[in-house]
C-alpha cells in the first residue's frame, strides 16, 4: 500500500498528458526537435537545460545516466513542475485529487460498469478498484498505465525521482514551477464527466489505452517532442488548460530563475513543442535553445 501510495503522489504530481483518448500517431525522424535543449543567450552568463521526461518508464529504457548526469552536474539548481521533495504540498495534491463531498467512483457509475472496470484492474494491476475509488478519475485513469502488463517490467522509473537522486550528493536544491494549488486546479480542469468517460473506455476495451500509450512511447523514444505535444493538445479546452496555459504562466519563473541560476528544468514532454510549448516561448523571448539529441 505504500508503494502505490507513492506512485499516485508521482502521477499526480506529473499530471499525465496520455491519459486521455488521442488520434496517436506514428514515429518520424524529427531532426530538429529533441527532449533535451541547452538554453543560452540574452543575459544568461551560464546555460540551463530544458528536459521533457516521461514520467514512468523502465529502467532499462530509460535515456544513459552518464549523458544525463553530464548536463545535470553543469547546473545548480534542479526544477520540476513541482518541488516533489516538499512533503506540505504533496500532501495538498493528494488531498486535492479526491472527489468532492465524499463521493465515490462506485457512487458516480452504474453497477455493471463499475463490476467491469474493478474486473479490469484485479486483471491488469492485481487490485480492486475500490482502493482508488476516491480517487478523481484522471488519478485512477493513469494509474491503469502502471501494470507491469503494460509498462513491460515489474518497477518502473520516474525521470523525477531519479534526477532527485541524481542532484543529492550535490546538495543540489530541488524547486517547482507550480504550487499545489495550481497543480490540484490543473486537474480539475478536466470536466468528471469526461474523467468517468475515460474509465468507463477502460473497462470496456482496456486494450486501447495501451495502444495509445506504446504509440505514444515510439514518439518519445524518436525524441519527437512536437508530435508528443500534437498528441497531448487533442483534449480540447481542459487540455489547452492543461499545457498551453501552464506553458505561458511558466515562462516568468524559468527566466527569473536562469538568469540568477543555471538550472536543470525537467517538465512533461507535451509541454516542449507547440507554437505555445516551453521552446517556442522561451525563444520568443530572445533565448537560443539548440536541441540535444542522445
Known amino acids: 500500500m505504500k508503494q502505490l501510495y507513492c506512485l499516485i503522489l508521482l502521477w499526480i504530481a506529473a499530471l499525465l498528458f496520455f491519459v486521455q483518448p488521442t488520434n496517436a500517431q506514428t514515429a518520424k525522424p524529427a531532426a530538429t526537435s529533441a527532449l533535451l535543449y541547452k538554453i543560452e543567450g540574452k543575459s544568461l552568463k551560464k546555460p540551463s537545460y530544458l528536459f521533457g521526461t516521461i514520467h514512468l518508464i523502465c529502467e532499462k529504457d530509460m535515456f544513459r545516466a552518464e549523458t544525463m548526469k553530464t548536463y545535470l552536474d553543469q547546473t545548480s539548481q534542479l526544477m520540476l513542475e513541482m518541488d516533489l521533495d516538499d512533503p506540505v504540498a504533496m500532501k495538498k495534491v493528494t ?3 479526491v472527489l468532492k463531498d465524499g463521493k465515490t467512483v ?3 457509475l452504474k453497477p455493471e460498469e463499475y463490476s467491469k472496470l474493478d ?3 484485479k486483471s491488469y494491476l492485481g487490485i480492486s478498484f475500490d482502493m482508488l475509488a476516491t480517487y478523481n478519475p484522471i488519478v485512477s485513469s493513469s494509474i491503469f498505465l502502471m501494470s507491469p502488463k503494460i509498462i513491460g517490467c515489474q518497477a518502473a522509473k520516474g525521470y523525477e525521482t531519479e534526477l532527485m ?3 543529492a550528493s550535490r546538495k543540489v536544491p530541488v524547486v517547482g514551477l507550480e504550487t499545489a494549488e495550481e497543480q490540484i486546479a490543473a486537474l480539475d480542469s478536466h470536466p468528471l464527466n469526461d474523467q468517468l468517460k475515460w474509465l468507463t473506455d477502460i473497462a470496456n476495451n482496456p486494450q486501447k489505452p495501451i495502444d495509445e500509450f506504446q504509440k505514444l512511447n515510439k514518439l518519445y523514444f524518436a525524441q519527437d517532442s512536437d508530435s508528443l505535444y500534437d498528441l497531448a493538445s487533442n ?3 481542459s487540455q489547452t488548460k492543461m499545457l498551453d ?6 515562462i516568468p519563473t524559468i527566466e527569473k530563475t536562469i538568469v540568477g541560476t543555471p538550472t536543470f528544468i525537467a517538465v512533461g514532454s507535451g509541454h516542449l513543442g507547440g507554437k505555445n510549448g516551453v521552446v517556442s516561448l522561451l525563444r520568443a523571448k530572445g533565448y537560443t535553445l539548440t536541441p540535444i539529441r542522445f
Do not use: Q
Not at 496555459?245 to 511558466?250: M, S
Open 106 to 108: 462506485k457512487d458516480l
Open 95 to 97: 488531498d486535492g485529487s
Open 245 to 250: 496555459d501552464r506553458n505561458i504562466k511558466w
Open 165 to 167: 537522486k541524481a542532484v
Open 235 to 237: 483534449g480540447g479546452m
Open 119 to 121: 474486473s479490469v484492474f
